[in-house]
C-alpha cells in the first residue's frame, strides 16, 4: 500500500526554522517526484517545492525561493522541507504528495499528483 507521512510541523517565532519530513512507503522511492505543498485557511492551496531526482527537477515558489530547501534521503524514503527564517504568511498545513512520472502533473497546485498524506500545520507567530 502507497502511504505518505508527513510530519515535523509546530508552532514557531517569526525568524525561526523547522524541518518537515515526508516518509513514504510502498512504492519505489527514486520513482517518484514528490512535491510539498500548503493550504492556509480560507485560501487555495498552493504549491511550495518539488524535486524530481530522476529527471533531474527542482522547483521553488516565488515565496520562499532562498528560504526553504527541499532534499531527499533515498535510502531512507524520505523528503525533507527545511524551512529558515519563517514568516507569518507561511502558517498552513503543509502536505507532501507523490507523483509516478506516468502522467502529467503541476507543481504549482498539486494536480495530478497521485498521492497524499494527511499534511503537518506550521504555524508561524509574528
Known amino acids: 500500500e502507497v502511504q505518505l507521512q508527513a510530519s515535523g510541523g509546530g508552532l514557531v517565532q517569526a525568524g525561526g526554522s523547522l524541518r518537515l519530513s515526508c516518509a513514504a512507503s510502498g512504492f519505489t522511492f527514486d520513482d517518484y517526484a514528490i512535491g510539498w505543498f500548503r493550504q492556509a485557511p480560507g485560501k487555495e492551496r498552493e504549491g511550495v517545492s518539488f524535486?524530481?531526482?530522476?529527471?533531474?527537477?527542482?522547483f521553488y515558489a516565488d515565496s520562499v525561493k532562498g528560504r526553504f530547501t527541499i532534499s531527499s534521503d533515498n535510502a531512507k524514503n524520505t523528503v525533507y522541507l527545511q524551512m529558515n527564517s519563517l514568516k507569518p504568511e507561511d502558517t498552513a498545513v503543509y502536505y507532501c504528495?507523490?507523483?509516478?512520472?506516468?502522467?502529467?502533473?503541476?507543481?504549482?497546485?498539486?494536480?495530478?499528483?497521485?498521492?497524499w498524506g494527511q499534511g503537518t500545520l506550521v504555524t508561524v507567530s509574528s
Open positions: 504528495a507523490a507523483d509516478d512520472l506516468v502522467s502529467d502533473y503541476n507543481p504549482l497546485t498539486g494536480n495530478g499528483f497521485d498521492y
Open positions: 524535486i524530481s531526482s530522476s529527471e533531474g527537477r527542482t
